[in-house]
């Protein structure tokens, strides 16, 4: 189970980190105005296990961070801003506040070499956290350029 698990995940990040560097023109016939829907690149890919979850950092062309969430295993689904906070520590890659109309997240990345559960390894671990939860998983900065 938990390897198809891993799998899914993997297929879902795959499938979403390709819809997310794409511009998309409006042609519909009813608003003949073309106008480019920001494009996004995708920077950061982290999740975990037990409950499954993951996230994506994507920034804008301006500039501007978003945040994709899934959280127990896809049932929950947050999107929104992504404010950048001051590094806590000397091993600390990036902290952020995930922000959206349900709660504030922090979500913090430290340059500590990860494992998952289906032994790939990842450069970073990351933590997803509010008042209530903690939640532990692996993740890599990506390049877009």
Not at 47 to 75: A, I
Not at 79 to 98: C, E, R
Not at 113 to 140: I, P
């Amino acid at each position: 189970m938990k390897s198809f698990t891993i799998f899914t995940f993997c297929v879902s990040l795959i499938a979403l980190s390709s819809s997310c560097n794409k511009t998309v023109k409006n042609e519909s016939p009813n608003h003949p105005e073309h106008y480019e829907v920001p494009s996004f690149d995708t920077i950061y890919t982290g999740g975990g296990n037990e409950p499954g979850w993951r996230v994506l950092l994507l920034q804008e062309s301006t500039g501007k961070l978003q945040f994709d969430l899934l959280l127990d295993y896809g049932e929950s689904h947050l999107i929104g801003d992504v404010d950048s906070l001051p590094s806590p520590g000397p091993n600390m890659a990036a902290h952020f506040v995930l922000r959206n109309a349900s709660k504030p997240l922090i979500l913090s990345i430290t340059n500590d070499a990860c494992v998952d559960d289906g032994d790939q390894q990842y450069e970073t671990s990351v933590t997803l956290s509010d008042q209530k939860f903690v939640l532990k998983g692996c993740g890599r900065f990506i390049t877009t350029k």
